[in-house]
């Protein structure tokens, strides 16, 4: 008899185990996931993009000609077209992005913005456009998304300051 009450109360206990759950009563117990990292993504243009470049006379042979307005279209993969009007001209030839040790780089630059001017970060680049009887040389550096600053220099002595953005 003692066996068989045994036997009754260990399947009692068996059966009203089997309802139950084990609950923790405090949540640091649970082991979470850890957060997946944050991706960050980058909007990247489809297509070219319209760079607006504004020039500033730095000498007297800028000077007749006045401020000028010119056009970077940016092809997205280290090339575009450059265009800009001069004195009736309709200038026009492509813009290159450069590694910051490109040979020669930084020449336009210092002699209007100094040494430091070689230094800067950004995205450099150099530009240059013929037309009927004239060609600009540019260089620049882009500091950011739309703006940058470089100088030209023409074949007829005319020097200017680049300005990107609008």
Known sequence: MPRRRAWLASTALITSLSACMVVPLEPHHLRQPAPAPA???QATPLGPQVLQVRLYPLNAEATGAGPLSAVVMDNQNGKGSFSIAYQGRNLQGEATRVTPDYPGFG????????????RS????GIANAAGTGVNAQCEYILTGVNQGVGACLFSDGARYQMHFGQ
């Open 39 to 41: 991706v960050m993504l």
């Open 107 to 118: 020449a336009l630059l210092s002699q209007h913005f100094g040494e430091a001017a070689q």
């Open 121 to 124: 970060s950004g995205r450099r």
